[in-house]
């Protein structure tokens, strides 16, 4: 069995798994297991479900890592016996018993939520779902403002939706009360508010990396930095 962990990496909404491709690339170049499973967005008990189920069954250590949404998944999921460590990137950390609409309330609402566009989607025995992405206008300035404009328009086009319902979800475990975790705050965030991700990090007595003037989608445009911390992370816990 491996000692040194393997790294799970957790999108958030409006993105999928390829927004870690840079990152992956780092993480690889310098011989680190990696994995960047779907987020199904679908809810957070759900979610969690499925990352936590994941990371069983990788043989050895994991290392967590959660961009956004997938901040709140990897603090719920990272209970998991096998998980050794926590990264959050630009990302929500949740208490226990707290909702990101609760987490997000506390502060001044950043622009990503004035600019998000509803949806229905079907489910089998019930009403219809309700699910959001962002106004595509507005994707580059919300979501990438240090993205090149050929790369965001591919990415607002492939964006993945978020259950509505996932912004009241309640986190059942706050896994960073007995692994160590590690945060990069993205100072100059348009989709969560960067005192929202100083306060969650802060009180999670993470390690925290700040990155004057990277937007929401730090991993796309500096995965360099985003793979360094995650890097620092794998050291200390093999």
Known sequence: MSTTPTVVLVHGAFADAGSWSGVIEELQSHGIPVIAPPNPLRGLASDSAYIASLASQIDGPVVLVGHSYGGAVI????VTENVVGLVYVAAYVLEEGESLGELQGRFPLSPLVSNLKQWTYPVPGADPGVEVTIDEGAF????????PADLTKVLAAAQRPLAASAFEETAPAAAWKSKPS???????DEAINPEV????AKRAGATIVELEGASHAVAVSQPEQVADLIRDAVRATS
């Open 182 to 188: 590690w945060a990069l705050v993205a100072g100059a």
């Open 75 to 78: 603090t719920v999921a990272g």
């Open 197 to 200: 991700e100083r306060f969650g």
């Open 140 to 147: 580059p300035s919300v979501f990438a403002a240090d993205v």
